[in-house]
């Protein structure tokens, strides 16, 4: 079965520290995969996605994310942290037999001053 | 473009009534998704249409629940009669051949 798994549903990290959001996948053939990012009260904003090429992927406000197919992961970061960056976050990844795409839980960034 | 476009932004009706909301997605996008997001459940894929045509409506909850796609442009979903449960916030998505997804800003739905 297609799957994503965010292991973790809150994450801490001090202003200025890198952070690392993590993702695991599990899906047949090749893998779309998504990160949105979601800030209260609003809706669930693109931030980058892995189709093909490159594993390092890089996207909107300094995220980058990395794909790695032996460890079926794709987990965000971001060098410096910002307390702005502060928001919800979710992986996704496309189903191969249709445009659906399978979510993860997301996860709670906290960023602190 | 403006985006996927969602209304209204806030719905506050009785328990009983009907809801009606509504989505136009981006010019040209072939699919379209509903969502439900609530703190206890998360996300939740509530139907898919692709090219105006239902796809996978497994996710709607129930038969109170109906969404259609009258043409390329535009998309309802239905809650006849709502009940305090559906109170949620309900997003549209649209995609082009699944390689990128714009989300709406969501309709709140309270309903009391």
């Known amino acids: 079965a297609q799957s994503v798994a965010q292991p973790e549903d809150q994450v801490n990290v001090a202003e200025g520290n890198p952070l690392t959001v993590k993702c695991t996948y599990s899906?047949?053939?090749?893998?779309?995969l998504f990160w949105y990012v979601q800030y209260p009260n609003r809706g669930l904003q693109f931030l980058l996605k892995y189709i093909t090429g490159d594993n390092l992927v890089k996207g909107s406000y300094g995220f980058e994310a990395e794909f790695n197919k032996s460890q079926t992961s794709f987990h965000l970061k971001k060098p410096s942290a910002l307390v702005s960056d502060s928001a919800l976050y979710f992986c996704a990844v496309r189903m191969d037999s249709n445009y659906q795409l399978i979510w993860g839980a997301g996860t709670k960034l906290i960023i602190k001053p | 473009d403006a985006g996927v476009i969602q209304s209204p932004r806030h719905e506050v009706t009785e328990m009983g009534q009907e809801v009606t909301l509504r989505c136009k997605p981006i010019?040209?996008?072939?699919?379209l998704f509903w969502y439900r997001q609530t703190m206890m459940r998360g996300l939740e894929l509530l139907i898919y249409?692709?090219?105006?045509?239902?796809?996978?409506d497994s996710g709607m909850p129930e038969d109170r629940f109906s969404a259609k796609m009258p043409n390329a442009s535009f998309s309802t979903l239905k809650i006849q009669p709502s009940e305090p449960r559906d109170s949620a916030v309900y997003f549209c998505a649209s995609s082009l051949q699944g390689v990128g997804y714009t989300f709406g800003s969501g309709t709140r739905l309270t309903v009391v």
């Open positions: 899906v047949s053939g090749n893998p779309y």
């Open positions: 010019s040209g996008h072939n699919s």
């Open positions: 249409f692709n090219n105006n045509v239902p796809i996978d």
